[in-house]
């Protein structure tokens, strides 16, 4: 027998209300985003956030690498558990919302600790590699067909102990559901697979949101 808690609408309300500390800065970049319709969906949820923040502080990560920047919640959130000398470098194909993300990155004296780069996530991850880059803390939000490219560039960005945090890893409940066969939900559900019998790894999939999958690189 499960002991999975099943989360209904109202558990959803729940957990937004009571597993999330209100702030205004990261109030006011949700209202903001929102307002930009439905591309909005993109943020990451507040709580997720939250989350992010704690494993940056716990895993005393010192430099951390996103993919996926869009209105900058997630690089906010992980620039706060960074001590003063750390330092999130955030990736993403399109400068459209920087300007949005860096008011409140600025809003919240986070700006000194990130750094933006505008390009093609896996094209600069390998550059990355190339350049012999390592980081404490991966976080991966971007473009879903390329997740089996960024998990794999990931782990060889990474330390042994480093962590890889990848969203979207429920899709919407899509990857339980048999008849759902396009190419992201594929993608996805073949990533946790792939995921669940790598050696090289210790993972947990978390149901927090659309899904986290926690990883640690052994
Ligand atoms: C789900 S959103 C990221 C949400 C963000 N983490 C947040 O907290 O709001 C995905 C982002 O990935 C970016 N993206 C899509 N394809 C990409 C690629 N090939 N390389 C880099 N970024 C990409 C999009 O421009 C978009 O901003």
Known sequence: MSTQTK???????????????????????????????????MQIAKEQGQFLE??????????CLEVGRFTGMSTLFIARGLPTEGKITTIDNSDEFLSLAKKYWDLDNMSSKIESIIGDGVEIMQSMIDRQHSYDFIFIDADKNNYPNYYELSLSLVPS????IIDNMLWHGDVADEKKNDSQTNTIRDLNTKIQNDSRVDFSLLPLSDGLSFIRKK
Do not use: M
Not at 161 to 164: A, D, E, H, K, R
């Open 7 to 41: 989360i209904d609408e109202s558990l959803v309300k729940y957990l937004q209300n009571v597993g999330y500390r209100k702030d205004k800065i990261i109030d006011d970049l949700a209202d903001e985003t929102s307002k930009l319709g439905s591309v909005s969906q």
């Open 54 to 63: 704690i494993i940056t502080k716990l895993s005393k990560a010192i430099s």
């Open 161 to 164: 102990n480093g962590i890889i």
